[in-house]
């Protein structure tokens, strides 16, 4: 009887912006559990996933927040830059549009929204 080999695979978010970000789990976001990271400029986080599990996350910078999905078969590294199309910085994301935003391979950008609940910054 043939088994099945579980194993983990390592996504690495890393802050290459000027600000600081945070990582959230998504069903958390906006709820004080105290599971919220946050990335100071030119820092990093790796989580360890299980492969082809699926993972949602918020990333949020200044009032910019995207909801990504992960799900790696591999290791992955992504940069928060990644994570907000610069030629579309305001724009909303959704999962109207005809492609979803892939950065990079195992991540998807399922939203791009604002968030001005807990912002300290005037970036509208």
């Not at 579980?6 to 709820?31: I, K, M, P, S, W």
């Not at 979803?100 to 604002?114: E, M, Y």
């Not at 609940?117 to 509208?124: M, Q, S, T």
Request: charged share 20%; proline share 6%; glycine share 6%.
């Amino acid at each position: 009887m043939p088994g099945t080999t579980q194993y983990e695979v390592l996504l690495d978010f890393t802050n290459d912006t000027h600000d600081c970000a945070t990582v959230q789990l998504q069903r958390d976001y906006g709820r004080n559990t105290g599971a919220i990271v946050l990335l100071h400029p030119g820092e990093s986080v790796t989580l360890v996933l299980d492969a082809g599990t699926v993972y949602k996350y918020a990333l949020k910078t200044r009032s910019r927040v995207a909801n990504v999905t992960a799900r790696a078969w591999r290791d992955v590294r992504c940069t928060v830059s990644q994570l907000f199309p610069s030629g579309a910085p305001h724009a909303p994301h959704s999962s109207a549009s005809s492609e979803p935003l892939r950065p990079v391979q195992g991540i998807t950008v399922d939203q791009l929204w604002r968030d001005m609940r807990f912002c300290i910054w005037n970036d509208a």
